[in-house]
């Protein structure tokens, strides 16, 4: 089981952290990632931690979000800064190795 927090509203170049907590699994195998899905929008990914550490992440987020981990907490989480408008989206947290799939937490970035 993936459980997804911290998202909400917050205003333009504002900053927001979500984590996700994983049950069931064995965590520490696992390359976790973060998606999110806008209104009437597919699913992107956006950014992707291998088991070991190593990071990927969309362009658009580039210099602004920071995926880490910590395999003792079983958490994955997400560091967004200086948050757009289009931003805004559901976001989701993936254990890519078992495909399995969060509960999303809304994001809302608004004056």
């Known amino acids: 089981q993936l459980q997804a927090c911290g998202g909400g509203l917050v205003q333009p170049g504002g900053s927001l952290r979500l984590s996700c907590a994983a049950s069931g699994s064995i965590f520490s195998m696992s390359p976790m990632g973060w998606y999110r899905q806008a209104p009437g929008k597919q699913r992107e990914l956006v950014a992707l931690?291998?088991?070991?550490?190593?990071?990927n992440y969309a362009d658009s987020v580039k210099g602004r979000f920071t995926i880490s981990r910590d395999n003792a907490k079983r958490t994955v989480n997400l560091q967004m800064n200086d948050l757009k408008p289009e931003d805004t989206a559901v976001y989701y947290c993936k254990d890519i190795r078992i495909g399995k799939w969060g509960q999303g937490t809304l994001v809302t970035v608004s004056s």
């Open positions: 931690i291998s088991r070991g550490g190593d990071t």
